[in-house]
């Protein structure tokens, strides 16, 4: 016996009018199988319910994978540690849990070009979203970038105001291009708004040394800025020749 056509038609107005796709989704198989198993009705709404909670819970980490703005999805599951020097799983699974997000904690991944630090600061975004940490990926450039124009515009205490909303932050590659004095101190004063408030991730190619090129020669404003961000701070290096390079001299070795 199903559910008269009237019923069903006005439980699935009232899911949409209460938004509850979980329990439009699901209501029916459910009350087939609680008619087949003979379920008590509070089971029956138990399932429905948490049939909700679970779709409400995915949709959330939908979004917050969207607003993440990765520029293609990569996880810790297709990174291959075998072929990575410098970092190893077992780190990066406890890394994985997002402890260092609470605290917070800023995370730098360090290395020569090609040896997976955007990979890995990627999937470690991946699974921040998981648990519903707002997310952002952005490339160093980009970043300053916007911030300059937001400044021009006058929307620059908004776009500050919004990034601080960021949980996890991805700087992807400062020192690919230099800073103006300008961009820098905007880059700098966003470092100091998160210190000790927000998570951030820098990938970069340069050692800490040569980072003061990336901001004009400003000893004073790079040396402020790498100690706030080294302050609480996990330093992964990466090590190594690029791993598409390797993967191609590996192929075209014969064998
Ligand atoms: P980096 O940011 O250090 O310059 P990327 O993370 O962009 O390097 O890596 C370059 C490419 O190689 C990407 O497509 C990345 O997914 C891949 N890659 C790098 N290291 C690994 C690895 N150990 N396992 C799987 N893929 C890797
Ligand atoms: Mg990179």
Known sequence: ??????????VVAHTRALKLPGVARTFEGLARQARDSHWPHEDYLHEVLSAEQASRHE?????????????EVKTLDTFDFAAADGVNATQLHTLARGEWVTAPENLILAGPIGTGKTHLAIALGVEATKQKRRVLFTRAADLVRQLLEARDTRELTR???RLLRVEVLIVDEPGFVPFDRVGGELLFNLLTDRYERRATVVTTNLAFAEWV???????????????RLAHHATVLTTKGKSYRMRRRRTREEPS
């Open 59 to 71: 949709s959330v980490i939908r979004q917050r994978l969207r607003e993440a703005r990765f520029p």
């Open 213 to 227: 090129t990336v901001f004009a020669g400003d000893e004073k404003l790079t040396t402020a800025l790498l100690d």
């Open 1 to 10: 016996m199903t559910a008269p056509t009237v019923v069903r038609d006005l």
């Open 159 to 161: 776009l500050q105001q």
